[in-house]
C-alpha cells in the first residue's frame, strides 16, 4: 500500500512527463530577477510568465513593486491602493495545469492582502481586494501559452488595465496571438508588453469597457 507522500511523488513524476513540470526555488528566481532588478522595481513595468505553475516568480515581482509601494505611499491609503492595484495588474500569467492557475491566483492575493492589512487593518476595504481578485482572474489564464488558447480552445486573452485620472481604470482587452503576430513596426503606437517604449506594432483590442472607478472594477461581471 502506497503511502500519501509516495502517492505525490508519482502525481509530480507524471506531471513532470505531461507537461515538463518543474518548479523553480526561491533562491534561483531572485538571482534571475536580479538581472532585471530595475524592472522588477517599477510598479508599472508589465511582466508576462507563459508557464507561470503556482507563481513562483510572479510572487517575488509582485513582493518586489510592493515594498516599492510600501515605501513611497503607505502615508495615504489612497495612494496606496491606486499604485498597489497598478502592480498587480501589471502581472499576467499562463498555465496548462488548473491547480496550478488556483494556486497562483491565491498566492498573489495573500501576499497581497497581507501588505495591505499590515498598514490598513482598521480602514480594510472589502471593494479593493474584490477588485484585486476580478483583475487576477484576467490577468492569470488557465491555458496553453505555446498554442496561445485556453483549456476551452478560445484565443488567450489579457486585459491591459491602465490608470486614468487617479483613480480611474480604462480596460482594453487583447489577443495574445495578435500581440505577438511579427508585423511591420508602427512608430504612432506602444505594444501591451513594451515597457521601455520602442515603437512596436499593437493590434486593434477585441474589448474596451468604460472608465471605472478602481474600486468598482470587481463589479464589472
Not at 36 to 54: H, I, M, N
Amino acid at each position: 500500500m502506497s503511502t500519501e507522500k509516495e502517492e505525490n511523488q508519482v502525481k509530480s513524476k507524471k506531471r513532470v512527463s505531461d507537461h515538463g513540470e518543474v518548479f523553480t526555488n526561491k533562491r534561483e528566481v531572485n538571482a534571475m530577477l536580479d538581472l532585471v532588478k530595475q524592472e522588477t522595481e517599477r510598479v508599472d513595468s508589465r511582466f508576462l510568465e507563459p508557464a507561470c505553475g503556482t507563481g513562483n516568480f510572479l510572487v517575488e515581482i509582485l513582493e518586489r513593486k510592493l515594498i516599492v509601494v510600501e515605501a513611497r505611499y503607505k502615508k495615504s491609503q489612497l495612494e496606496y491602493e491606486r499604485n498597489a492595484i497598478t502592480a498587480i495588474s501589471s502581472i499576467y500569467g499562463v498555465d496548462i495545469l488548473e491547480d496550478n492557475v488556483i494556486a497562483c491566483r491565491d498566492r498573489l492575493l495573500g501576499i497581497f492582502t497581507k501588505y495591505y492589512i499590515n498598514h490598513y487593518k482598521k480602514g480594510f476595504n472589502e471593494q479593493f481586494l474584490k477588485s484585486t481578485q476580478f483583475i487576477l482572474s484576467k490577468n492569470i489564464i488557465w491555458g496553453d501559452a505555446l498554442t496561445m488558447k485556453t483549456i476551452y480552445g478560445m484565443p488567450i486573452t489579457f486585459s491591459e488595465w491602465s490608470a486614468v485620472n487617479g483613480s480611474m481604470l480604462k480596460r482594453r482587452d487583447f489577443q495574445l496571438d495578435k500581440l505577438l503576430e511579427n508585423l511591420e513596426f508602427d512608430n504612432s503606437e506602444i505594444n501591451l508588453f513594451s515597457d521601455n517604449k520602442e515603437p512596436v506594432f499593437i493590434p486593434q483590442p477585441v474589448a474596451e469597457f468604460p472608465l471605472t472607478h478602481f474600486l468598482k472594477i470587481g463589479e464589472y461581471e
